[in-house]
């Protein structure tokens, strides 16, 4: 310990703009944007993936008055920002909106409506265990629906960046 008070004793003013450089490197140092799914009862991390500007994801359950597959898509922007980008439905009914001069598509057996773009900090759902309900992002699933209900509110966002 001598030693190093010995070799700082007059090296001070050298030492502190180091020192606080180092320290702002540490606070300030961006993380690498990451796709989080959390349980926000006990704040279990469900799913944490590196993401890239491009990536999508989605969330698919079963409309609970049409009983019909929703799937909701989401594309991760250049600001690695969450933005919605389309919803694919095969029925129109109630929390379906559209606007009357949106470009729907048929796909697959579903109407493909657009969304507005704008960006969504986090997406907050409530998972029914009465119907199936998943999260796709890459390779992996979550079956939101089968989680213990405590845990079924969960919360979707981008972490760092």
């Given at each position: 310990m001598r030693g190093i008070l010995a070799f700082l004793q007059g090296r001070w003013s050298l030492f502190l703009p180091f020192l606080a450089i180092l320290?702002?490197?540490?606070?300030?140092?961006?993380?690498?944007?990451?796709?989080?799914?959390i349980a926000t009862a006990s704040d279990d991390?469900?799913?944490?993936?590196?993401?890239?500007p491009g990536d999508t994801f989605f969330h698919e359950y079963i409309h609970s008055v049409m009983k019909t597959?929703?799937?909701?898509?989401?594309?991760?922007?250049?600001?690695?920002?969450?933005?919605p980008i389309e919803t694919w439905t095969q029925a129109f009914?109630?929390?379906?909106?559209?606007e009357a001069d949106e470009p729907i598509r048929k796909e697959e057996g579903?109407?493909?409506?657009?969304?507005d773009?704008?960006?969504?900090?986090e997406l907050r759902l409530i998972p029914s265990n009465l119907y199936t309900h998943t999260f796709q992002f890459k390779d992996e699933t979550l079956?939101?629906?089968?989680?213990?209900e405590d845990d079924r509110r969960v919360?979707?966002?981008?972490?760092?960046g």
């Open positions: 320290l702002l490197l540490a606070v300030f140092w961006e993380q690498t944007p990451k796709l989080q799914v991390v469900l799913l944490e993936e590196e993401i890239e597959p929703i799937r909701e898509v989401f594309e991760i922007n250049e600001d690695f920002e969450v933005v009914g109630a929390g379906i909106p559209y579903f109407y493909v409506i657009p969304d773009g704008r960006v969504v900090e079956y939101l629906s089968d989680m213990e919360m979707i966002h981008v972490q760092g």
